[in-house]
């Protein structure tokens, strides 16, 4: 995993684009996500299937991973195996 | 990485709602992504290194940039204002291009080159019938866009910016869809300067829809401002003070809807910015501060900011209104001496940047420091907070007898006089100084003028007497460029006339 990479979901149309590479595996509804999406997609998991927000940034606990949704879909973030949760950026005023 | 994703993203959020308005045509982001698409298609049919666009703001940018971004190919947004001689050195340094917009000129200044040339209404006709042909994006190429400096000091040098840099500055700045539907932003900067490119990323993905102005005019920038409601405006120095004189001289146009002016790219007057602050003064502004070499705003100054020096008893708050405020969250900023050591705070030296968006590259060599810090070659100093103020170019500094010397002291005491409207001062050659200080005064029309001994004095009541001006010249404005920033090498001429 390196940033710029973008990981697409097992279970549903969720597609990231990695910002900050982390350790670990990162999974959307519970299935890890890969570079090349699978043929076959199953369902999300019960316990990860709250969805993912386009254009929003998901990190985790320790902040040493972040994601970018660039696609939503029906399943949520985890690394390995803990949810991720999303980061909400302090507003700049606009300079362009 | 790849900007596409900005245009991607929007279409994906948003496809039916207005992005773009130019020459009374509206654009959905949908249809502005099946553009580019298309534009992509074409291009990748062409024998071409570079997509460049010779023309004025039009919709043909943003799909030329996106379209270039998608069929990976470098993007180069020239600028037609150059003279033809200066232009054809530019043609040649691309060639084969994909040339977007003044075919005429392109094909009179170089031809043989291999050049592809497409006018803007036909680029755009067949972007839009080509979309269908669209297959994937080439994400091979990582190199954006490839900006001519203006070349004040010599050739224009070719700054490269990568994906990775333009994202990271947008990724980093700007909060996705954060812009509410009735959200509106004039756009008035050329599409040649990076501004221009930052202003198209930027509000793509904050989704604020772009009204083109493609050539300022005071009184146009104020009919459609009222016309479409705008609510956030870039403007530069020059920029304001003609829109500011037209509401002086009585412009009844309704500007109730702007929220916010942001400014940059040349020195602002405090007298202006004080008068700005007063006309309008329910308005946040925002000064920025950015190069072509850093994917624009390394610093600002936020609307709080400007308010709290506007109303400040405490000469050091009150002083920041003449700064460009703090560094992005995302940058670091030092100031350092001529040796690369850092300076403390107070102490003025060269200002250093060091940051993903900040590329620093040109196409001949890499400008960073082996720490990936960028020097800007403008010169500079940060106060106790970490504001920075700027104190010209570091090529500008005069340097008196081994003594340096910042222009903008000498200006700022110049241009505070009520009978002066505008003022530099350069270095001059001096037989007993090597370099000594010359000023360049424009007085007010109908101003009374100062004699050379009335304007020394007004620099010695206020500075060290090394800032004495050893000539005066007296003239009635200043060259400037476009971007309203002051050509210094022509008035440096002035004085070796």
């Not at chain 2, 039916?16 to 020459?23: F, S």
């Amino acid at each position: 995993m390196k940033a710029g990479t973008k990981l697409k979901s097992a279970v549903c149309d969720t597609e990231v684009m990695v910002i900050r590479a982390g350790e670990g595996v990162v999974a959307c509804g519970g299935v890890p996500m890969a570079e090349d999406k699978p043929a076959e997609t199953g369902s999300p998991d019960s316990e990860f299937s709250g969805g993912t927000l386009l254009g929003k940034r998901y990190v985790d606990a320790q902040d040493t991973l972040e994601l970018l949704c660039v696609k939503p879909g029906a399943g949520s973030l985890s690394l390995d195996g803990v949810a991720l949760m999303t980061k909400d950026a302090k507003p700049l005023p606009s300079s362009d | 990485m790849n900007i596409s994703l900005i245009l991607e993203m929007a279409a994906e959020a948003a496809p039916e709602r207005i992005g773009l308005v130019c020459d009374g045509r509206r654009w959905t982001y949908g249809e502005l992504l099946a553009a580019s698409r298309g534009a992509a298609a074409r291009l990748m049919q062409y024998d071409c290194n570079f997509v460049s666009l010779l023309d004025e703001s039009s919709e043909a940018a943003p799909i030329a940039l996106f379209g270039a971004a998608l069929a990976g190919i470098p993007y180069v947004p020239l600028n037609y204002r150059l003279a033809d001689e200066d232009l054809a050195g530019l043609l040649a340094r691309i060639a084969p291009a994909c040339i977007v917009g003044d075919v005429e000129r392109a094909r009179r200044l170089n031809p043989d080159a291999g050049h592809t040339c497409v006018d803007r209404t036909s680029f755009v006709a067949a972007a839009e019938s080509a979309a269908g042909n669209f297959d994937a994006p080439r994400d091979d190429e990582d190199i954006t866009a490839q900006i001519f400096t203006s070349g004040t000091t010599g050739t224009p040098k070719a700054a490269l910016l990568r994906h990775a840099n333009l994202l990271g500055y947008i990724l980093g700045t700007v909060e996705f869809c954060s812009a509410a539907e009735t959200d509106a932003q004039l756009v008035c900067v050329p599409p040649y300067h990076i501004a221009g490119i930052s202003a198209l990323l930027s509000a793509f993905y904050a989704q604020r829809r772009i009204v083109m102005l493609p050539a300022f005019e005071p009184d146009d920038w104020l009919h459609l401002a009222a016309e479409e409601q705008i609510s956030n405006a870039f403007l530069v120095p020059t920029m304001l003070a003609r829109i500011m004189e037209r509401i002086d001289a009585g412009s009844t146009a309704n500007l109730t809807a702007l929220r916010a002016i942001a400014y940059g790219g040349g020195r602002m007057p405090a007298e202006l910015i004080e008068r700005a602050l007063e006309l309008f003064p329910d308005t946040a502004f925002t000064n920025a501060y950015g190069l072509t070499e850093t994917s624009s705003t390394i610093a600002l100054l936020g609307p709080e900011d400007h308010r709290l020096a506007q109303s400040a008893k405490d000469p050091a708050v009150s002083a920041r209104l003449g700064s460009v405020g703090r560094p992005l969250p995302t940058v670091e900023i030092e100031i350092r001496d001529a040796d690369g050591l850092p300076l403390p705070p107070g102490e003025s030296g060269e200002i250093y940047v060091r940051g993903e968006q900040v590329s620093g590259e040109y196409r001949e060599r890499s400008a960073l420091d082996k720490d990936g810090w960028f020097p800007t070659r403008d010169a500079g100093w940060l106060d106790d907070e970490g504001y920075l103020f700027l104190a010209g170019r570091a090529d500008d500094v005069i340097v008196r007898g081994g003594e340096n010397i910042s222009p903008g002291e000498i200006e700022d005491v110049l241009t505070a006089h009520p009978a002066i409207a505008d003022a530099a001062a350069v270095g001059v050659p001096s037989t007993e100084w090597g370099e000594a200080v010359g000023i360049a005064v424009v007085f007010k029309p109908g101003a009374e003028s100062l004699d050379d001994d009335a304007l020394r004095q007004l620099i010695r009541d206020r500075l060290r007497s090394s800032r004495l001006p050893e000539q005066i010249r007296l003239r009635d404005e200043l060259p400037y460029n476009e971007m309203g920033k002051l050509l210094r090498r022509e008035v440096r001429n002035w004085f070796n006339e």
